[in-house]
Each structure stands twice: as structure tokens, then as C-alpha cells.
């Protein structure tokens, strides 16, 4: 898989160019993406989740076209949002099975087994029965997890996951996150240099909607 991204641009009505001529090639693997607040980091997340469009530029996913064939990509993507929004009442297993359908898993033997699995990776198996409303903010990001890997994504957007979180949260969150695919994209949306440090073999800075450099972590670290 490569995730070709070119020129794409994002004006919003209030007059802030969020977005300038972005253009990134992201290859298999953990890609970090790093940037201070309001640099455009949801924004670029949001579109190639295809929750918003851009004004210009092309977004592909090996031969998908991402802009004008959503719904493929739709099912092959996994969208972690910055706050994991969830219904206080419903019960982990419950929810993640009801997402599970959303998905396309209909065979309900076969998403029992999912379900499972996924609890089980995300460490939340025990708590299957409790209600998300009683999750710390770890266990929300970790069900986030969960979610954004049914049917086994092959482009995973994660954008600025451990904020909020304590540090063993966090430790604990970002080896989950390490555990993901070897044969899918994974960006990883952050302000905090350690993310990228500890997980990301290649990365972006981006500022005022625009990508500043390119490089391999510590090299690109060290010249900030
Ligand atoms: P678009 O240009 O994509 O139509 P809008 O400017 O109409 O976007 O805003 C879309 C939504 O985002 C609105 O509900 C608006 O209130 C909200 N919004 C506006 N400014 C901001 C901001 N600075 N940060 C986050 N959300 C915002
Ligand atoms: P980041 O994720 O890096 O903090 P964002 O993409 O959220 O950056 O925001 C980039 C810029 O666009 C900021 O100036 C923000 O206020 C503005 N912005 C974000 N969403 C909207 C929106 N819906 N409407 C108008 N402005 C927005």
C-alpha cells in the first residue's frame, strides 16, 4: 500500500487557509505527522477519512481514488478520532458489535469471533460488560482502537491519540498502537514530538498548513 497525496489545499468559510498545497507520500508502516495546535493536522486527518473534502489536489490509495470512490475507501479504513465520542450507556461489547455490522460483518458467528479478538488485543476483554460511560480516558482510546480496526483497515488514521491521557495510559496506548499492521498506512496526528520519536519510522512537520520537512524522526527531531 502508498498513500499518494497532492496538493491538496483547505479553505474554511472564516477565511483560515487551514491547508496549503500538501503533498506527502506515506508508505506502509507507521507515519508520524507533527504539529503544533491549529497546523492543520484534524483537517488533513478529517479529509482522507473522507469526513470533509478538500477544495483542490488528488488523495490515492495504491489505485483507489480517494476524493471520488469513498466508499471504498470507507471499507478499508480505520478513523480514530481525536475525542472518541461513545454512547455513555452502551456496553463495550455490545457497541463494538453493533459497529462490527456497520463494517459489512453480518455473519453473527463471525462477529462474535471479531468482537472477541479485538477486546481481547485492546486489553478491554474483561471490561466487556461495563458501560462505556465508566471507562477512564485510556480504556475510550483503547476502544477507539478497537473500533478503527474491524475489517482489518489498510489505511489507519489516527489523529492526536494520547492527548489527554496519563503517562501510563499513554505508555500503554502507544505499544498497542506499535502492535498495528506492517502491511497498512498508519498516520499518526501529534503535537508531542515523543509519539513520533518512539513509534514512526518516517514523518511530516507541518505548520500553518503547511509541511515544513520530510524526514526520518530523529534526524528531523534534532534539527527542530
Ligand atoms: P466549511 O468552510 O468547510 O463549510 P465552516 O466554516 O462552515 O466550514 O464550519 C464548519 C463547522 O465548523 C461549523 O459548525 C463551524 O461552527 C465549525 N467551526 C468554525 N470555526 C471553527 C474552528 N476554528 N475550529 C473548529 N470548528 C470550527
Ligand atoms: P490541528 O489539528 O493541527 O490543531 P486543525 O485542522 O484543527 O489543526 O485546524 C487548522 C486551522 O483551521 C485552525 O486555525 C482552526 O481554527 C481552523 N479550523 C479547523 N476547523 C475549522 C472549521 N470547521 N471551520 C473553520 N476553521 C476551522
Request: glycine share 0%.
Given at each position: 500500500m502508498i498513500l499518494k497525496i497532492t496538493n491538496i489545499s483547505k479553505l474554511y468559510s472564516n477565511g483560515v487557509q487551514a491547508l496549503r498545497n500538501v503533498t506527502l507520500t506515506i508508505p506502509n508502516g507507521m507515519y508520524g505527522l507533527l504539529g503544533p495546535n491549529g497546523a492543520g493536522k484534524s483537517t488533513l486527518m478529517r479529509i482522507l477519512a473522507t469526513l470533509q473534502e478538500p477544495d483542490t489536489g488528488s488523495i490515492y490509495l495504491d489505485e483507489i481514488d480517494v476524493l471520488n470512490q469513498k466508499a471504498a475507501v470507507r471499507q478499508t479504513l480505520g478513523y480514530l478520532p481525536q475525542e472518541f465520542g461513545v454512547y455513555p450507556k452502551a456496553k463495550a461489547e455490545d457497541l463494538l458489535d453493533y459497529f462490527a455490522v456497520l463494517k459489512g460483518i453480518t455473519n453473527r458467528a463471525a462477529r462474535k469471533e471479531?468482537?472477541?479478538?479485538?477486546?481481547?488485543?485492546?486489553?478491554?476483554?474483561d471490561k466487556r460488560r461495563q458501560q462505556l460511560g465508566s471507562f477512564s480516558g485510556g480504556m475510550k482510546q483503547r476502544f477507539g482502537v478497537a473500533v478503527a480496526l474491524l475489517g482489518n483497515p489498510k489505511l489507519m488514521i489516527v489523529d492526536e491519540p494520547t492527548a489527554g491521557l496519563d503517562p501510563a495510559e499513554r505508555v500503554r496506548f502507544l505499544n498497542l498502537l506499535s502492535e498495528l499492521g506492517e502491511n497498512s498506512v498508519v498516520i499518526l496526528s501529534t503535537h508531542i514530538v515523543e509519539d513520533v520519536r518512539e513509534l514512526c519510522t518516517r514523518m511530516a512537520i507541518i505548520n500553518k498548513g503547511q509541511i515544513l520537512q520530510e524526514a526520518e524522526p530523529l534526524k528531523a527531531v534534532a534539527g527542530l
Open positions: 471479531v468482537v472477541a479478538a479485538l477486546l481481547k488485543q485492546t486489553n478491554l476483554w
